[in-house]
């Protein structure tokens, strides 16, 4: 029974933890006891050829590596190039996505939402200056400005017939400001 313990002690040592290295795992701070001269050779010549078989797929690995730079740099793929090409599949897989789409569909719906909104506010201040324009008040302020126009452009018995002739306004009145030309000064005009 004592050896049943230790066998099964001696094998839960023997099992690397994850992320343990293979080499620590192998040589083990106590040398096991239970192997023979035999085994213990096969072992070894097993690790030397585990560790050049490991040492041939880093050589390869490495070969690899030169041969896909040396594709890249023919082909004229740069470090640049393929961090746009990155960005561009992502991009495209971000938009695929299904987050993506509901959050689009739902941008969409509120955008046509505010829009609406946006519409009944602009029909409702529609309303209220045609309701302000509809008022006395208003009405009268408006003749106010229309009264204020008539008295501010010159009458047709003040210009000589010459300029009534021609189709154009005279050079001078478009250019002096009204309070400038000969008309009534703003003072009489309030009074």
């Known amino acids: 029974m004592e ?18 290295d293979a080499v620590s795992s192998v040589s083990s701070p106590t040398p096991p006891t239970a192997l023979s001269e035999e085994e213990r050779q096969e072992l070894q010549e097993e690790l030397v050829k585990v ?4 040492q041939t797929l880093s050589q390869v690995l490495a070969a690899k590596e030169r ?36 959050t689009s569909e739902t941008l969409s719906q509120a955008s046509l939402k505010a829009t609406a909104a946006f519409s009944n506010v602009g029909s409702a201040i529609s309303r209220k200056l045609e ?45 002096t400001p009204p309070e400038e030309q000969d008309s009534p000064s703003q003072d009489t005009l309030m009074h």
């Open 51 to 54: 560790e050049e078989e490991i």
């Open 131 to 175: 309701d302000v324009r509809k008022a006395p008040t208003f009405k009268t302020f408006e003749e106010k400005v229309e009264t204020l126009k008539t008295k501010m452009t010159p009458s047709a018995s003040t210009t000589n017939t010459t300029e009534e002739s021609s189709s154009s306004p005279p050079s001078d009145t478009l250019l």
């Open 67 to 102: 041969l896909l730079a040396d594709i890249k740099r023919r082909l004229g793929i740069t470090p640049l190039n393929e961090l746009k090409q990155n960005i561009t599949k992502t991009w495209q897989d971000v938009t695929t996505s299904v987050a993506y789409r509901r």
């Open 3 to 20: 050896d049943t313990e230790k066998g099964s002690q001696e094998h839960s040592d023997s099992v690397p933890e994850v992320g343990e």
